[in-house]
């Protein structure tokens, strides 16, 4: 018997843990940039799983690595060499400029990696007096879920009644270099930033203030750190969004689009001085860097190249954005973006963004609300300009309905 989606979602609220609010509807399957649901109902993705999925849906080369990979060797662990490995790495290292790779699986645990790898660094090369180290957070950040990274988040929710925080992380302000300054002590191991706040709401800083931070930790002997999980391989119209501003990070993390949309793979690159301090026992993880996702990672590196998604990413972004842009509604507050990865800020005194997207919904188009009154649209990078023509009036027709709806 094929479950209705009604019976589905019950199914699921009353078996799974309700730290997730979905949109009301069942998919069940996903091709490039479309998902279906379980009546066959087709959407376009323009959530991409919070830009884990650049390639599309189900990319039949991907598809083709999975299975062979698959069937030659899917898990060994790190206690011996595999074959995958290597040639992995070697790409992500000549694709991001920096020397060393240590892989993980989700983004949160190459947070921690970032983290682990930057306070040896303070204590081992900079000297930092034992336990001191600290490290410069931003306001607003999203770096994932572990206890140590809701310690320094400033998102009461992800934090509230999951304490004793961890200690050694100083809060700055987002996108102001006084702040940063006047954070810094003799005992700073780095600043942990994200070039982008993507779950923030696609708050784009000036673009002033990463090249004066590059700067000034430079000048401190602080490490540089970017957390291009969401915003990095092309979603913001380059391959780093810290290639906007010209600079080089001394720490990078990845994760997201890295795996494909089929795997979780995250990545901490940095340079040889500091990882040095990495040695046998000191971090793992039993499927970091599994041949599996070895395989698909540089697969899904390579095809990044080949299909041009960083072009394409920069191309239909302004353009989507430019159509965004031309739809007037009162509704709209502002709409920022960079590449395909946009936000429209609403009004929630005429709709809050869960409402908005379950409208879009409706009508064919997923996206997510971030904090209410931002809604997203990441679609996956493969995405088209017939396919933005398609989405672009549904959006308009729906703003529009909406104001007839309240504002009269
Ligand atoms: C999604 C995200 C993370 C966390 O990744 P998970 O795979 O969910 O652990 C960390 N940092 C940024 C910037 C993200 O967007």
């Known amino acids: 018997m094929v479950e209705s989606q009604e019976r589905l979602i019950k199914k699921e609220l009353e078996f799974s843990a309700k ?132 310690s320094f988040s400033t998102d009461i929710e992800s934090k509230e009644d999951f304490g004793p925080y961890t200690p050694g992380f100083i809060t700055i302000k987002y996108d102001s270099i006084d702040s940063l300054k006047e954070a810094i002590t003799k005992n700073t191991a780095a600043l942990l930033v994200e070039p982008i706040q993507g779950e923030a709401g696609i708050v784009i800083p000036d673009s002033n203030w990463l090249p004066e931070a590059r700067k000034v930790c430079t000048e401190n002997n602080v490490l540089l750190i970017l957390d291009e999980i969401q915003s990095g391989l092309g979603r913001t119209g380059k391959m780093f969004a810290f290639e906007h501003s010209s600079i080089r990070p001394d720490g990078l993390i990845l994760g997201k689009a890295l795996g494909g949309g089929l795997l979780p793979i995250s ?85 809050n963004g869960r409402k908005m997207s379950e409208r879009l919904l409706r009508k064919g188009i997923l996206s997510k609300e971030t904090h209410a009154s931002i809604i997203r649209f990441a679609p996956p990078l493969i995405i088209k300009k017939k396919e933005i023509d398609w989405a672009v009036p549904i959006i308009k027709e729906t703003l529009k309905e909406i104001e007839e709806e309240h504002i009269r």
């Open 19 to 150: 730290n997730y609010k979905p949109l009301p509807v069942v998919l069940s399957r996903g091709k490039g940039v479309w998902l279906w649901d379980t009546d066959g109902n087709k959407y376009l993705d323009m959530m991409s799983a919070y830009s884990a999925v650049s390639h599309g849906h189900a990319h039949p080369e991907l598809i083709k690595v999975l299975h062979q990979q698959s069937k030659l060797l899917g898990i060994t662990s790190r206690a011996f060499y595999t074959n995958t490995l290597g040639p992995f790495l070697e790409k992500l290292i000549h694709i991001s400029g920096l020397e060393v790779a240590l892989p993980m699986n989700t983004g949160a645990e190459a947070v921690e990696t970032a983290i682990k790898a930057a306070r040896r660094w303070a204590y081992k090369t900079k000297k930092v007096e034992a336990n001191k180290a600290e490290i410069i957070v931003v306001e607003g950040n999203f770096h994932g879920r572990t206890i140590t990274i809701i």
């Open 267 to 351: 990545c901490f690159l940095s340079t040889k001085e500091v990882m040095q301090w990495f040695v046998p026992g000191s971090h793992g993880s039993t499927f970091g860097g599994f041949p599996l996702a070895a395989a698909i990672g540089k697969r899904s590196l390579e095809l990044i190249e080949e299909e041009k998604l960083v072009e394409n990413s920069k191309q239909q972004g302004s353009y989507l954005l430019e159509e965004l842009k031309k739809i007037q509604s009162p509704i709209i507050k502002q709409i920022r973006g960079k590449g395909l990865w946009i936000g429209v800020e609403i009004d929630t005194k005429i709709i």
